[in-house]
């Protein structure tokens, strides 16, 4: 299981891009890289993933580079309602059922 | 689009009560997941079920849980005599095929339970 690093907390401003970065050091061959969002008393929702190079989606972008060793969530031009906590998760594509979910950064956007 | 339903929101209980959680996975999901989160803490595991089975539980998952689909859509978490540090938010989530990590899953709302 693929230990991840991230920041404790950003704080940002309402229309700039935020960038969280995740170190992944020991990621295995097998493993994708998952990020998941979460609002005070809500469950997680999934957010984006990518096994290598760069994803884009409606909500965000992810950047993983060659040795895939981290990850850049990508958030544009973010809102008050962007205001959550972000996790980043590693794990192989049916390695097991479980989600494990660190502590994650907490994103404080301002106007 | 389609969401994970929990019932109830909120429960207030006392300790060494027992209480049941009740969630409405996705209709086509396969796969059905309880975490907890403590009040300040991680999203922890408890249990992921497939085919009438537990397929994985934590070590949190002890004697006193147990889950159950009693019917095609409901999932249940049942705590048998609550405790103190029972108290947490409560996330049912499924997902669609495999159960691996890279399989996303979908969580309910949470229902915060609070024992005193």
């Known amino acids: 299981l693929a230990k991840t690093t991230q920041p404790i907390s950003m704080d940002s401003y309402e229309g700039q891009e935020v960038n969280i970065t995740c170190s992944h050091n020991?990621?295995?061959?097998?493993?994708?890289i998952t990020w998941y969002q979460q609002f005070p008393s809500q469950g997680p929702r999934f957010i984006i993933q990518?096994?290598?190079t760069k994803v884009t989606n409606e909500v965000a972008s992810l950047f993983i580079p060659a040795d895939r060793k981290s990850s850049t969530l990508s958030l544009p031009r973010v809102s008050l309602s962007d205001t959550a906590v972000y996790y980043c998760?590693?794990?192989?594509?049916?390695?097991?059922?479980?989600?494990?979910f660190g502590t994650g950064t907490q994103l404080k956007v301002e106007l | 689009e389609p969401e994970v339903t929990q019932t109830p929101s909120h429960q207030v209980t006392q300790m060494g009560q027992e209480v049941i959680l009740r969630c409405v996975p996705i209709?086509?999901?396969?796969?059905f997941y309880w975490y907890r989160q403590i009040l300040g803490q991680k999203v922890e595991f408890l249990v992921s079920f497939y085919n009438n089975e537990i397929s994985e539980k934590s070590e949190i998952f002890d004697d006193q849980f147990s889950v159950e689909r009693p019917d095609g859509s409901n999932f249940t978490l049942k705590i048998r005599s609550t405790k103190l540090e029972d108290s947490a938010m409560y996330f049912c989530?499924?997902?669609?095929?495999?159960?691996?990590?890279?399989?996303?899953?979908?969580f309910g709302p949470g229902t915060r339970l609070l024992v005193l």
């Open positions: 998760l590693v794990g192989e594509e049916g390695g097991g059922n479980k989600l494990t």
């Open positions: 209709s086509n999901h396969l796969y």
């Open positions: 990518g096994y290598k």
């Open positions: 020991n990621i295995a061959t097998n493993d994708y």
């Open positions: 989530a499924s997902s669609e095929r495999s159960g691996g990590r890279s399989e996303t899953q979908y």
